[in-house]
């Protein structure tokens, strides 16, 4: 039973254009959200984040956006660089779950100089 | 030390063989977590501890599994009688309270290989 999806495994981008990412969750209990970045041969590392109470992120570069009725989220990476280029993840947890995450397949973007 | 230390980075062992994989959490850390990621997957839960206790195994897949968190800082995983299946990468992280899901640190993971 896969929780957290996502559907794409790849993605490819021309460099300054927008990147989306996309995820879908099925445990309405899920109250945070976050999205993780993997280079080759390192661990995950935390890129942005949501509450279940907003229905969008923004740092930077990057946006997250929540739909809470659709049970779906998405990354907005806008311009996207050469150096976005890695594996993201996005991942959810429940308020009484000790910070458990569960995580999607992760969808690997290529950006394109 | 300034981040989540996993030793060994790599390991190869023989089918049936005992392994055990060292995370060192960053220092005040009391949330420490072990996940497995599979070749195309994401990470996968196994166990998380607050301070010296297992606080969730419920992702530890057999009884070949087992972790410990002595003193509430050191982790260790242990594998008994390892099967081909159990080879991926298991990440560790920590985190300072445990609570919502960010602020994990992952450290750079153990790779390995059951032949």
């Known amino acids: 039973d896969q929780q957290v999806k996502q559907n794409s495994p790849s993605l490819s981008v021309q460099e300054g254009r927008i990147s989306i990412l996309n995820c879908d969750y099925t445990?309405?209990?899920?109250?945070?959200f976050l999205w993780y970045k993997k280079y080759p041969a390192e661990g995950p590392t935390f890129l942005i984040s949501?509450?279940?109470?907003?229905d969008k992120n923004e740092d930077g570069r990057f946006t997250v956006f929540l739909n809470k009725s659709a049970k779906h989220l998405s990354l907005h990476i806008v311009p996207s660089q050469p150096g976005d280029s890695a594996v993201y993840f996005c991942?959810?947890?429940?308020?009484?779950?000790?910070?458990?995450?569960?995580f999607g397949q992760g969808t690997e973007l290529s950006v394109k100089p | 030390g300034a981040g989540v230390s996993q030793t060994p980075s790599n390991k190869v062992t023989e089918k049936g063989k005992y392994v055990e994989l060292r995370c060192d959490p960053i220092s005040g850390h009391t949330a420490l977590y072990w996940y497995r990621q599979s070749l195309g997957q994401g990470p996968e839960f196994l166990i998380y501890f607050q301070g010296t206790g297992a606080a969730d195994d419920s992702g530890l897949p057999n009884d070949r599994f087992f972790a410990v968190r002595p003193e509430g800082s050191v982790s260790t995983l242990k594998i008994q009688r390892t099967e081909r299946g159990d080879s991926a990468v298991y990440l560790c992280?920590?985190?300072?309270?445990?609570?919502?899901?960010?602020?994990?640190?992952f450290g750079s993971g153990t790779r390995l290989t059951v032949v």
């Open positions: 949501i509450s279940s109470i907003k």
């Open positions: 445990n309405s209990m899920f109250d945070y």
């Open positions: 991942a959810a947890s429940a308020r009484d779950q000790g910070g458990k995450l569960i």
């Open positions: 992280a920590s985190s300072l309270t445990g609570q919502g899901g960010y602020g994990y640190t």
